[in-house]
């Protein structure tokens, strides 16, 4: 239910979320992955069932030489985000995409009113352009649960590990 100008909490999903994505930087296993850590891998995570997949070399401007994700099983940070949003919602929610797609399915919440589970971008976000290149799942207290980069397992983050800040945004 929503009340006029206010903002729907979903409570028990975003719970979820955030239960999915601690247990996710745990190791522990999940549909599509038997534990243990998960690397980051370039465009990981979009196959077309979300989760754990071998990443591609196309775009990959990383640090580490030659480009590791097509030898590596693991998510991108986009796909990270997909999944534990699959695995929660129980449907992909999030579709396939990069995180510019992803974004453009969900709600912009205001910083007072964002709350564990809550997806946190990072780019810019015009009236009409969106370029974004980084997405975290919010876990509160200025954290995130991030697939950051090349060389990195899934972990938590502080939410200036990445620059860009652009805000926070919720599926209704």
């Not at 989760?51 to 030659?66: D, E, K, M, W």
């Not at 796909?79 to 912009?108: K, Q, S």
């Not at 919010?138 to 697939?147: E, F, H, I, L, T």
Request: some cysteine; aromatic content about 8%.
């Amino acid at each position: 239910m929503v009340l006029s100008g206010s903002i729907p909490l979903l409570p028990v999903t975003l719970n979820r979320v955030t239960a999915i994505a601690y247990a996710i930087e745990a190791g522990q296993e999940q549909p599509g992955w038997t534990g243990g850590e998960i690397p980051y891998s370039w465009g990981g995570g979009h196959d077309d069932v979300p989760g754990p997949s071998l990443g591609t070399c196309q775009g990959y401007s990383g640090a580490i030489l030659p480009c590791p994700a097509t030898r590596t099983r693991g998510l991108d940070c986009s796909g990270l985000a997909r999944w534990v949003y699959r695995l929660a919602y129980g449907r992909d929610v999030l579709g396939p995409g990069n995180t510019d797609d992803h974004i453009r399915r969900l709600t912009e919440i205001p910083a007072a009113k964002a709350r564990p589970g809550d997806l946190v971008f990072y780019g810019k976000i015009g009236k009409r352009k969106v370029k974004t290149h980084h997405v975290g799942i919010y876990v509160g207290q200025g954290r995130m649960v991030n697939a950051l980069k090349t060389g990195t397992e899934i972990r938590i983050d502080s939410l200036t590990a990445v620059k860009g800040f652009a805000g926070y945004f919720r599926y209704l």
